[in-house]
């Protein structure tokens, strides 16, 4: 890039020599800045340019030339906020093309060269022909044609590093939400086994009081088969025989008693 900055100051230098003794001071203040400049005293020039302007807000030169000490001492933000006031009290073309031409030259120096097209765009339309400015102005542009796919590729990244992010977030997120349902659904199971366990309990506790007091305890009570269709089962055979044997007994005595009932008189004899 072609003079990174054109001070104010060496236009303005010459006449400041040949003021008179009555000249104000602001004047004397900002002729004073000019020599610390010269002699790279930017501390003591600073002090000195805003020393007119505690007196003069709006005077061109004091701003212009503080801009240009804080482009040396690397204060871009402050430089770029001088130019800006320059421009806008600038009294001619001139001055104001020299403020945007500087301006540009802070926003190079910052890698912005989309603000520095726009502010050498704007020193060449209030001096077109000025070579450095039209030089710059190409150069910004170039840089800035450059860095166009690389912003591109760096958003790309960016954009592929976000959603990896995402995804990333998304399957830790469900992840822990199949973590939350398994360990319901073991604590569900876990509680069915236990309610089916004390079910199947109920019953062994029944049978247990069943079974005789005087026996083994783990023996179980025999219960006879059921009987099949069509026959007797052991209880309705033993009925029948007692009905059988009652009978049977019922037989016997009216047979004995018929056995009496038969027996001859016997009679003593007539002799």
């Not at 025999?222 to 009987?227: L, V």
Request: proline share 5%.
């Amino acid at each position: 890039m072609n003079n990174l900055y054109r001070p104010l100051f060496l236009i303005t230098i010459g006449a400041c020599f040949f003021v008179s003794a009555q000249e104000s001071e602001i004047d004397n203040f900002i002729y004073e800045g000019n020599k610390k400049v010269g002699e790279k005293e930017y501390f003591f020039a600073e002090t000195d340019y805003r020393k007119a302007l505690s007196e003069a807000p709006e005077r061109n030169e004091a701003l212009h030339n503080l801009g240009n000490v804080h482009f040396e001492n690397g204060n871009l933000e402050e430089a770029s906020q001088r130019f800006f006031q320059a421009q806008k009290f600038a009294p001619s073309k001139a001055e104001k093309h020299l403020a945007f031409h500087n301006m540009g030259n802070v926003f190079m120096k910052k890698k912005d060269y989309a603000k520095a097209v726009e502010a050498y765009k704007n020193a060449l339309r209030n001096n077109p022909t000025d070579d450095e400015t039209r030089y710059n102005y190409a150069l910004a542009k170039e840089l800035l044609e450059k860095e166009k796919p690389q912003q591109q590729e760096d958003q790309q990244d960016q954009n592929k590093d976000n959603q990896q992010d995402k995804q990333e977030q998304e399957d830790q997120e469900n992840k822990d939400k199949k973590g939350e349902q398994d360990q319901e659904s073991d604590q569900n199971d876990k509680g069915d086994e236990g309610e089916q366990k004390e079910q199947e309990g109920e019953p062994d506790e029944k049978e247990g009081d069943q079974s005789p007091q005087n026996g083994n305890p783990n023996q179980e009570k025999q219960q006879p088969p059921p009987p099949r269709e069509g026959q007797l089962s052991p209880q309705q055979v033993q009925s029948l025989l007692e009905a059988m044997n009652n009978q049977e007994k019922d037989v016997q005595k009216k047979i004995n008693a018929e056995k009496i009932n038969a027996t001859p008189v016997r009679r003593k004899k007539d002799w």
